[in-house]
Structures are given as C-alpha cells and as structure tokens.
C-alpha cells in the first residue's frame, strides 16, 4: 500500500479542525474525506471503506465512544486513531481499551499526527506477519529464542519484565494502557505501582539513560509506549 492509495476518513464536528486535517492530511498524499456527525460516519465507512479513521471524541449525535464501541462491535478492522483533549485521560484510557489504535491530543501538530497514522498502518499491515526480531536502535529482542540484547550485549530479564517488554513489541510505536499491560501479565486489576515498578527496572537494563528514557516513554496517566522498529 502506498501513501496516494491511503484513504482516511476525518470524523469531527468543528469545521476548522477538518478543514486542517483535509489541508495537512492531503499534503502529506493521503485522500481525504469528511464526517461532520457518527450518522454521516458510518454512512461514509459503508460506502467509501477508508484505510483509517481519525475520531474526535465528542460528536453532536453519537458520543465518539459508542461510535468506536459499535464499530468494534461489528469487527470493523481499520486503525482508528482518536483525537482528544489533553487533560481528557480517562476519556484517551476508555477509548484505547475500546478497541482504537492510538490518541493524538487536541491542539496536535501535523507531523506527529503523521507519525501515529504510518504507525497505525504499518501495524496493521504487519499483524498477520509478525517479525521474529524486533530492532529500534541498539535494543533488539529475539520474539522467538527470547533473547533482549542492547548493543549486541545480552541482558538479562525477569519474567514478568521480558512479558512487558514482548507486549510492547509487539504494538510498538503504540500506547499501551496501564490496564492492558496489567490485564496481560497479572491477569486482572493490579494495582499500577507493580507495573511501575517493573517498568523501571526494565528501563534500567536497556535504557543508556533510564530517567530520560529513549525506548519506552511514559503516556501520563495512560501508559507506556515503546518507539517503533527500524525501518529496513
């Protein structure tokens, strides 16, 4: 797939906010089509089948929820990457949880918006053909032998630390939620310090600078996100 061939759908009910998608989305090569309401949305996802959709959270008719619930609901299988407000966090937590691929907060700049929609695309791409070797820098992880290596030096993890580390990998250049990661690896409700309590001990085994880590960034009061595999 191509970046002319990339279809995305623009669901938002502020007519500046899609008049700047449509202008930054098309320069960048993408075609661009727009729902002002969840009823014009579906409507268009019916008919026009995008690649990817772009959800603002807070719709006239159809709260932006319900709207991503339904979608999943009916296994509707495009990344859908929210766009939210920025102290929203239980609103980005609720909607990763329900199923979207990503959040970018509102005011957001056209290049890191860009990013999460290669990010996006890529992953879907890549979910039937996983790779056995994930790379990003120095840091590479053997998915099948369960090797970490940093630098080409082998380090050592824990278990659960090798467990949070192959989830992230496996979403890699996506944000993870605390509730995921804690539903993944210690089967239920957990409280969240054990997950940061692991993470930092993670971090201090492949992270040059643990305190300004490189890999695995930290989405306030969301989750984790660890950056995405090199390109070859």
Known sequence: MTVLTVKILVVDDEPAIRKLLRVGLTSEGYTVI???????????????????????LGLPDIAGH?????????FLEQPIVVLSSRTDEVGIV???EGGADDYVTKPFGMKELAARIRV???????QRGEKPIFKTGDLSVDLVKRIVKVADKEVKLSPKEYDILR???????????HQHLLNQIWGGPTDVQYLRVYVRQLRQKIECSPDQPQYITTETGVGYRLREAEQN
């Open 94 to 96: 609720r909607a990763l």
């Open 120 to 126: 996006a695309l890529r992953h879907r791409l890549q």
């Open 34 to 56: 727009e729902a002002m309401n969840a009823k014009e949305a579906m409507s268009l996802v019916a008919r026009e089948q995008p690649d990817l959709i772009l959800l603002d």
């Open 66 to 74: 319900d709207l991503l619930a339904k979608w999943r609901g009916d």
């Open 167 to 177: 989830i992230l990998v496996q979403y890699a250049g996506r944000v993870i939620t």
